[in-house]
């Protein structure tokens, strides 16, 4: 194994500008000559100086596909640079502790953890996906491994497991076109980090303008990790997929279609131009003080290092020219920050105003029905006031007595109105309160109840076939104030033995996921430097 060149960790940590490049596997065992491609494109691009890291997705796109564990292993000697992405659609929270574990056995400490993408395909039919973690809770068992995970024994002991070394990252999709979409996105990558993601990743888009405020926001938010730019080099059939919302979370304007289309007749099919745009990307990335940028939809390293080479030959202060040229927004693009006349980027002083504004606005989502439900939670569902306490001595006297039929009754109750109101799936671990009362079962493709997914597309569903829960959810909380504080708290874990029982009696009996949270301070309410120097 080479020691001498800097690992991932060192080499985004280190205050410098990194490259970083993609490697993605196949479906079935590769051939031959197709697996002395892939490994090869790795050595290749691993030998090279310029290459910080190399980092392996898992499945993209909701297609089988071979591992990324396969291809790490044999880069083994360079697992010191190699990123493996682990998503959450396809093994459960058991199946992703262990391949976890066997990636901190064979040295490989450095993990993207990602929700992934709702299925496309599976032999003899469409795929049912897993999503029993996402993102956030993958986090949170990752920092758990890392800080020593405690497990329990036969006969009530508990065991506390060697901690893991995991440099865990986590990705964030900007490139939202309503604030009911974005904001939600923004709440979710602060949550990620203060579960122990230690750098983040952007999803892919061509305005710097929303690139810039991911910096922007992990500074209104009082945080601070290595924020890593990505590039995807686009040709025109890509861009018509990321424009057409084939590829999730990926996006591509018409105007920047119509370039893609424009350039792809040349002699070239546009190549000189779509690494022109690549390369300006990168400059723009080191001028924004970026830890690094990551490259990918390309397969040659020669094309790997034509990119660096072009982004390393502008002069240092052509990347502000470069960040007002690639703003490709789409109609109407929501920004959390106004923008500075001078840069054309974002000003961590000015909130745009629509965000105040909308503080007024009643949106649909503010139903009868919500209003009543939350007078409901006040009532009798908030902890140690109103009739909480009285309810939670009724659970206790009814199980201790074991009155099954009061219970029963009261199962049924719960059941009517939940179902009649929510839409209920009867889960009994409910998320409702978390989730401004839209089931997250019936609701969300993926069953989201840590934020939602980046696969959203003008506010809705990946699938399409429905308008986002979380999007829905902001409008709700905005309008009450409680918007900026939507996503504080631990990861929400799904406890599956409730399936089926009373989420009520399993709230005051503190059997669901919310006894780990009732006394969870919030997270701070980031301000700008504005808001500092003003009262509210």
């Known amino acids: 194994m080479n020691n001498t060149r ?69 880069l083994a000697e360079e697992r010191r640079r190699v990123v493996i992405h682990l998503t959450c659609k396809d093994l459960n929270r058991n199946g992703l502790e262990s391949a976890a574990w066997r990636y901190a056995a064979e040295g490989f400490d450095h993990i993207l953890a990602l929700t992934g993408d709702y299925p496309v395909e599976g032999y003899g039919g469409l795929a049912r996906p897993v999503f029993d973690l996402d993102s956030v809770s993958l986090i949170a068992l990752l920092h758990a491994m890392n800080e020593g995970m405690e497990v329990p024994r036969p006969g009530g002991k508990t065991e506390r497991l060697p901690a893991t070394k995991f440099f865990i990252g986590c990705a964030v999709s900007p490139f939202k076109r309503h604030e009911r979409e974005l904001m939600p996105q923004y709440f979710k990558l602060a949550r990620k980090i203060h579960c122990g ?26 945080v601070r990790v290595p924020i890593i730019g990505n590039v995807y080099v686009l040709n025109r059939t890509v861009a018509r997929l990321f424009h057409d919302n084939k590829i999730p979370g990926c996006v591509v304007s018409d105007k920047l279609l119509d370039l893609a289309e424009k350039y792809a007749t040349g002699h070239d099919k546009g190549r000189a131009f779509f690494y022109e745009l690549a390369a300006k990307q990168l ?23 034509q990119i660096i080479e072009m982004a390393e ?70 902890p140690g006031k109103g009739l909480y306490p009285a309810l939670e001595k009724i659970y206790e006297r009814l ?18 109105s939940k179902e009649l109101g929510f839409g209920c799936r009867d889960c009994g671990d409910c998320s409702l309160p978390e989730t401004a009362y ?38 709700r909380l905005k309008y009450y104030g409680e918007h900026e504080h939507m996503l504080d708290g631990p990861a929400v874990f799904y406890n599956a033995s409730l399936e089926g029982t009373s989420s009520w009696a399993n709230f005051y009996r503190h059997r669901d996921h919310q006894a780990a949270t009732k006394t969870a301070p919030p997270t701070p309410k980031p301000k700008t430097d504005q808001e500092k120097e003003k009262p509210t």
């Open 6 to 74: 800097p690992s991932f960790r060192e080499a985004i940590t280190s205050g410098g500008f990194a490259y970083g490049a993609e490697l993605v596997t196949t479906r079935g065992v590769p051939r031959d000559d197709e697996s002395n491609r892939l490994v090869g494109l790795g050595e290749q691009l691993l030998a090279d100086p310029r290459i910080a890291w190399v980092s392996i997705t898992d499945n993209p796109g909701g297609h089988p596909m071979l591992p990324a564990d396969w291809l790490a292993n044999r």
């Open 197 to 222: 993601a230690h750098w983040v990743i952007s999803q892919l888009g061509y305005d710097m303008r929303k690139f810039y405020e991911i910096k922007l926001f992990l500074q209104w938010a009082q």
């Open 283 to 305: 400059a723009v990335f080191k001028g924004f003080g970026f830890a690094a940028g990551y490259i990918g939809g390309v397969a040659k390293a020669d094309a790997f290092f």
């Open 313 to 382: 030959k502008f002069a240092p202060n052509d990347w502000k020219a470069f960040a007002r040229e690639i703003q490709f927004p789409q109609p109407d693009e929501f920004y959390l920050f106004e923008a500075d006349p001078e840069t054309g980027l974002g000003d961590i002083t000015r909130l745009n105003p629509q965000y105040a504004a909308s503080l007024r606005s009643s949106p649909p989502n503010v139903t009868l029905g919500y209003r009543l439900a939350r007078q409901v939670h006040r009532a009798a569902f908030e």
């Open 399 to 416: 199980e201790k007595n074991n009155d099954q039929l009061a219970l029963r009754a009261l199962y049924r109750i719960e059941r009517v």
């Open 438 to 475: 839209l089931c997250p079962r019936r609701a969300c493709s993926k069953a989201a109840r840590n934020g939602p997914c980046g696969g959203s597309h003008d506010g809705r569903c990946e699938l399409d076939d429905k308008e986002c829960l979380w999007a829905r959810a902001y409008e």
